[in-house]
């Protein structure tokens, strides 16, 4: 497996609570990484690490490196933007702005410079297609995206994230505020997702983890218990904790 | 305690509790009544409001009419002279109407701009405790009587413009521009500022994590979400410019010219009143009215674009 992004020795302090520790893990390329652990674990602050949206919290300290295709992703040179345009992400809510569709799927492809029409086209039924909703919103376009269900908005965001033809595609906890069925669809598209991107998934549901990932890291407390492929983990844990968590002892 | 008949016992705590209920529930009890009464207080205290409002509506439209009717509507509304104590007096009241929506629109050229982007600064860029400190400022902005205003207006800002133009008189409607301007800052900014603070965090995270700067996130995402509050804001202080007096009159000079320049000498519609009222009569006071009329429409039609865009901004929360 080829590694994209690598942590190495990663610690994170929310002022004094230190909420990650020591972490070390290599993201594997095109394959659908999921992170597990009971709430408060410290899956979502480590995703968030990854794309530097933890930036925005006031009072937060990281040590240790970081390096996206080699590169430290917390060097003074690196462009946020450019990051961000590269590691891509999908929010627990779906979080469509209050705008049409056309212009929500647009609106990354715009702030990077793309203004001729025909390509802005292009662009967003691409993304649109790519995240399984096209044939629903084509008729729809310039209708405000806010009026669209929970599960439509949820794979809106996929595709406006799309858009900006990112690399890596952060996603924390897509379906947890989503009914079955569109959960099974954002599986789906997840799983279509992988040929091009590399997919990092933080999911409360163990069964989400089994069905849609490659590998599994599992988190407690702040650390990092176990890393492997997520059929071994799930069904010969190394660790102890792993074992009773998956097992539902707790969490 | 020890029950010996279940039964009675619970048919006891029946009785009791079906006493209770009537004693505080039931109409007719005290506890009802004092409700009603308290209900009726109330109310009252609200209608006073709407009292007051009413009462003024009809006074106005009584004591203006008439002398719309008798000066005629196209003279009184397009009259370009208002000479109301010469031999022939002459009851025009264009100049007055063209420097209210001048001056208010010179004011909102000037104090929308300024208002808008300290409010962008406020909400999104700056760090809390300059946020706080300043806008401690902006609220002492907003309590300034309009006197000093007018005071400081006339001592700084007139011989200033006198100095800087090179005209003979500095008081005129530049000078009043500049003063509502400054006046209507505090509106424009606290509403602009919670407008943009209620902007959901989600959207603005979306944005960045697509990799859109901080400031074009709070340009394309912020504000375009936060438009109808600050469409409100506007307006608001568009009204508040059109009704200010004590301090244009201070400075612009208050001579009844038409607003040729921006260094004319004019006079609001406000001060039109004001200056004339106490020592009005006949039907040069009814006149007055009639001028009162006018700008009470004025501010009606801008409380009506108000509550228009405020509707706005609660449909679209739903």
Known sequence: ??????????????????????????????SITALIGPSGCGKSTFLKTLNRMNDLIPGVRITGDIRYKG????????DVSNLRKEIGMVFQNPNPFPMSIYNNVAYGPRTHGITNKVQLDEIVERALRDAAIWDEVKDRLKKNALGISGGQQQR???????????????????????DPISTSRIEELILELKEKYTIV????????AVRVSDYTAFFLLGELVEFGRTEDIFSQPMDKRTEDYITGRFG | MVITNKKSYIKQTTDYNTKLQKKLWYKGSKAQRL???????FLLLGLITVGCVLLITIYLFISGIPAILKIGIVDFLFGKEWASTAAE????????ILTSIYGTAGAVAIGV??????????????????????????????????????????????????????????????????????????????????????????????????????????????????????????????GRAIGEAMAVM?????????????????????????????????????????????????????????NFFLKGEGSKSN
């Open chain 1, 1 to 30: 497996m080829n590694s994209i992004i690598s942590v190495k020795d990663m610690c994170l302090w929310y002022g004094d609570h230190q909420a990650l520790k020591n972490l070390n893990v290599e993201i594997p390329e095109k």
């Open chain 1, 71 to 78: 590169a430290d992703i917390f060097d003074k040179e690196v």
């Open chain 1, 156 to 178: 809106l965001c996929i595709a406006r994230a799309l858009a900006v033809q990112p690399t890596v595609l952060l996603m924390d906890e897509p379906t947890s505020a989503l």
């Open chain 1, 201 to 208: 998934i933080v999911t409360h549901n163990m069964q989400q």
């Open chain 2, 35 to 41: 409700e009603h009464i308290v209900h009726g207080i």
């Open chain 2, 89 to 96: 007096p002459k009851y025009g009241i264009l100049p007055f």
């Open chain 2, 113 to 238: 701009p300024v208002g808008f982007m300290t409010s962008v600064y406020l909400s999104k860029y700056a760090s809390p405790k300059v946020k706080s400190a300043m806008q401690s400022a902006v609220g002492l902005l907003a309590g300034i009587p309009s006197v000093v205003y007018g005071l400081v207006g006339m001592l700084v800002l007139v011989p200033g413009i006198r100095k800087i133009f090179n005209v003979p008189d500095g008081a005129g409607l530049l000078a009043a521009i500049i003063v509502l301007a400054i006046m209507i800052l505090p509106s424009i900014i606290k509403m602009s500022v919670t407008a943009l603070d209620a902007v959901p965090k989600e959207y603005e995270h979306a944005s960045l994590a697509l990799g859109a700067t901080p400031t074009e996130t709070y340009f394309r995402v912020s504000v375009p979400a936060a438009k109808s509050g600050i469409a409100a804001a506007v307006v608001l202080g568009v």
């Open chain 2, 250 to 306: 201070m400075v612009a000079g208050n001579v009844p010219n038409m607003p040729d320049s921006l260094f004319q000498s004019v006079r609001f519609l406000t001060t039109a009143v004001s200056s004339e009222m106490a020592y009005s009569n006949g039907l040069q006071r009814q006149a007055l009215f009639s001028i009162a009329l006018v700008l009470f429409l004025f501010i009606m039609l801008i409380n009506a674009a108000l």
